[in-house]
């Protein structure tokens, strides 16, 4: 059966595209945030992941509000990255993984999370760049599942149902026939807000303790509901239910291997949590 | 329709089914900014490309002026605006400076002072 070598939780800003299209990592600005990734390749390197599921926000890309998923899962042979109007490079296509992705589909409906299935998908900042930071050397090799939340159209799911919504894609990969090794990675966050009188929230103290629950005791976020989030963490925060999607994949149990954070990268409050599987 | 009660968050608006009811056209059309031939079309002829979309005058007004606050009270979604922004080369900062008041300066130093906190 597949095993779950562990999760990546990390930040996804478009602004990131630039910083790397234009080499910057090192510039001073950017250095912060870009030398929390080395960590991580070295644990990447060891634990040598075949595929990521990686579960991200749509932001106009593939999504407009005419359709608009709660869940949703991609199951096609790769995705592409298109123009999404802010300026950012596109980057090559990703392989898709549609045997890992029609096992989750069917897995995931039994458990009664009735997933909308996209056999055409294309993948925004929010999926692409997470792979970038990750593997900065394109790894070929690695297949993907895209899986996406809906964060941009209220009501969005609760922080309990993408809990257990992660729960049920665990099981359902480590009850895939394959001997693949997979890693579930969950982008976006931390606090930010983008819109309104209140736009430059960012809160660093319930930034650092939703992380360190996230580790330890992940079913803590579940006393917030969604408005308690948003006040929390700022409108575009609540992106962080994609970090807690990915988390619930992880089962019990888990060790961080490293973890970074950093006031700003744009607007944003940059955040990175590598774990392990016990 | 019953009116529900909402939770206010001050200086924040939720992107809930009222808004985005109310804001669709402005969203549509700033959907549609994800190509390069309609991003040049809109250039060309702003008010025409607003009408095409079916914005109202409320959200034609906010388009023209660029006023980020006022598309956002028509419906406009934070993530669509942003494409319009980009048309004139906004980065997240300026979009910030304006709805707060501030100076871009004045913002990016407040960004960096709640990672001194």
Redesign the interface.
């Known amino acids: 059966m597949a095993r779950i070598v562990g999760g990546i939780s990390v930040t996804h800003v478009p602004y990131i595209g630039r910083a790397i299209a234009n080499s910057l990592q090192q510039d001073a600005y950017w250095k912060p945030f870009f030398d929390g990734f080395p960590p991580v390749h070295a644990w990447l390197d060891k634990v040598k992941p075949d595929v990521a599921v990686v579960v991200y926000n749509d932001h106009g890309l593939n999504f407009f509000l005419d359709k608009m998923p709660t869940f949703a899962i991609g199951a096609a042979e790769e995705y592409r990255n298109a123009d999404e109007g802010w300026g950012i490079p596109t980057v090559a296509p990703f392989k898709g993984d549609p045997d890992l992705s029609w096992h989750l589909i069917d897995s995931l409906i039994e458990a009664e999370f009735d997933l909308t299935t996209c056999q055409e998908m294309l993948v925004d900042h929010a999926f692409t760049l997470p792979l970038e930071l990750l593997w900065p050397k394109r790894n070929a090799a690695l297949r993907t599942v895209p899986v996406c939340q809906n964060t941009v159209q209220f009501p969005l799911p609760t922080p309990k149902r993408c809990l257990a919504f992660g729960r049920a894609i665990g099981k359902a990969i480590e009850s895939w026939d394959s001997d693949a090794r997979v890693v579930v990675i969950g982008t976006g966050g931390l606090s930010h807000q983008l819109d309104g009188e209140r736009a430059g929230f960012i809160n660093k103290k319930f930034d650092l303790e939703f992380m360190e629950k996230l580790v330890t005791d992940p079913d803590w976020v579940t006393r917030y509901s969604i408005t308690d989030l948003v006040e929390l963490t700022g409108t575009q925060g609540v992106e962080l239910i994609n970090w807690l999607t990915a988390r619930g994949a992880l089962g019990g149990a888990v060790k961080a291997i490293h973890t970074n954070y950093h006031i700003p990268i744009s607007n944003t409050a940059a955040g990175l949590i590598a774990m392990e599987t016990v | 329709m019953a009116s529900k009660s909402k939770?206010v968050?001050?200086?924040?608006?939720?992107?809930?089914?009222d808004m985005?009811r109310k804001g669709?056209a402005l969203?549509?059309m700033?959907?549609s900014?994800?190509?390069?031939e309609n991003?040049q079309a809109f250039l060309a002829d702003r008010e025409g490309y607003c009408a095409r979309f079916g914005l109202n005058a409320e959200q034609t007004k906010a388009v023209l002026d660029l006023s980020?606050?006022a598309m956002?009270a028509a419906g406009g979604?934070?993530?669509?605006?942003?494409?319009l922004?980009?048309?004139y080369?906004l980065?997240?900062?300026d979009?910030?400076a304006q709805?707060?008041g501030m100076t871009k300066a004045e913002?990016q130093a407040?960004?960096?002072a709640?990672?001194k906190?």
């Open positions: 939770r968050i001050p200086g924040t608006t939720i992107f809930d089914g985005a669709y969203n549509k700033c959907y900014f994800n190509s390069e991003r980020v606050l956002l979604n934070a993530y669509f605006i942003a494409k922004g980009g048309i080369k980065d997240m900062q979009v910030g709805q707060t913002f407040k960004l960096v709640a990672g906190n």
